[in-house]
Each structure stands twice: as C-alpha cells, then as structure tokens.
C-alpha cells in the first residue's frame, strides 16, 4: 500500500517566518504534488514534480516554492509566511506518465499567526 | 487552463435514497474524470474514475457518467449509507503533465 507520509500533522508559524513542509513517498512515484485545501475553494494545486530536480508551477504558486532533491522527497517552502496562507496542505504523489491515481497524506493544518 | 465547477456544495439525503452530484469541466481537451472521497478528518482517496472514451462506468453502489459534448459528468450513489456521509471532489484532467483540476467539493450528509 503506498505511503505518503507529511512530517506534521498540525504547525503554528508566526508572520514572516520560513516554514518548511516536508513531504515522503514510499512508492518509488515520479510525480509528487502539493495542494491546498480551502473551505469552499477545494484542492488547489500550488507546485508539482515529475522528476527530481524538476518542478512546475501549479495554479496558485505565489509565495511558495518547492525541492526535490531526492525522488522521495517533496518539500514545500514559505518564504515568509503570511496570515494568509493559513490552510491545509496536502501532499500527493503518483506513478507513470498516464492517468494514474494520486495518493495523498493526511495533510498539514498550517496557522500563521 | 481547465476549470471545473461542482454542484452541489451540500448535499443531504436519507440513508437508502440515492445521491447525484454534478460537475462541469471547460477544456474540451480533457480526458480523465476522477472522483475522490475525503472523509472527515482522513486523506481524499479515488472512489471511481472514468476516461473521456467511456460514457459510464459502475463499481456496485457508485456511478460515474460523462457526456463529452456537454463537458459535465456526474457520481452517482444509490442505496446510500451513512458511511457514505464525507466530501466529494470531482477532478478533470486539462493540458499539461498529470495536471488534475479539482471543483470545490459536495458535502454529502446521510441520515440514518
């Protein structure tokens, strides 16, 4: 059973820090993805990866950027965290190149106080 | 790029009544329709999925429809149970590497 594994379930930052969240896949998965989940918004996806070292933009990609330096491995960084990106954060990954199926973790509740 | 709209934002049923929930995609391009279930306080996980070849597909008590000229495909549940209550996403696939768009979600309550 693939694992997506988000390294804290719950964070408080305060304005202006760099917060980090950190995201394993246990699958072996190319592809590796970083959504938002808002109340009323849905999933919105802010950076993905199909490769290591390789990254792209999602839909919502202001004040975020990512890592990928080893393929299990899928971080998503706030440069200087904003009340306004307080959220959940949830990461996925998938295998192949077709319509595979994304599994995700259980998320990060992340609040910027 | 794609945009999907979902519809309805809540949605609740008593248990045995069947449950629609509706989405509309605006890439005529795309070509894969997954749906995810996300329960509360637990990870969305894929329910069903269909792929713009096929106009319907069944997994016992949840169906999923597509008519590609309309660009809206739906989920169908029937004999709904409570464990059925949870979050709805609908998600297309526009252009671009495994891009998935997803709409807002349905809440869908049963009652027992």
């Known amino acids: 059973d693939v694992k997506v594994t988000q390294s804290s379930r719950y964070l408080v930052k305060r304005t202006g820090e760099k917060v980090f969240l950190e995201c394993v896949q246990d699958m072996d998965h190319e592809n590796m993805f970083w959504y938002r989940q808002d109340p009323g918004l849905g999933l919105r996806l802010i950076y993905f990866s199909y490769d290591v070292k390789m990254k792209e933009k999602g839909d919502i990609p202001e004040g975020y950027s990512v890592s990928r330096e080893k393929k299990e491995r899928f971080s998503l960084i706030l440069e200087s965290a904003s009340t306004n990106q307080t959220s959940m954060y949830l990461c996925?990954?998938?295998?192949?190149?077709?319509?595979?199926?994304?599994?995700f973790g259980n998320g990060t509740r992340l609040t910027v106080t | 790029g794609e945009n999907v709209e979902q519809h309805p934002s809540t949605l609740s049923v008593q248990e045995g009544d069947s449950a629609v929930i509706k989405c509309t995609y605006s890439?005529?391009?795309?070509?894969?329709f997954p749906w995810y279930k996300q329960e509360l306080g637990k990870r969305p996980q894929l329910i069903i999925d269909i792929r713009s070849n096929v106009g319907e597909k069944k997994d016992q008590r949840i169906a999923v429809t597509l008519n590609k000229t309309a660009k809206h495909f739906s989920l169908h549940i029937t004999e709904t149970q409570p464990e059925d209550s949870a979050v709805y996403f609908c998600?297309?696939?526009?252009?671009?590497?495994?891009?998935?768009?997803f709409g807002t979600g349905t809440r869908l309550l049963v009652s027992p």
């Open positions: 890439d005529s391009a795309s070509n894969y």
């Open positions: 998600a297309a696939k526009g252009t671009g590497f495994q891009k998935l768009v």
């Open positions: 996925a990954s998938s295998g192949g190149q077709g319509n595979s199926p994304l599994h």
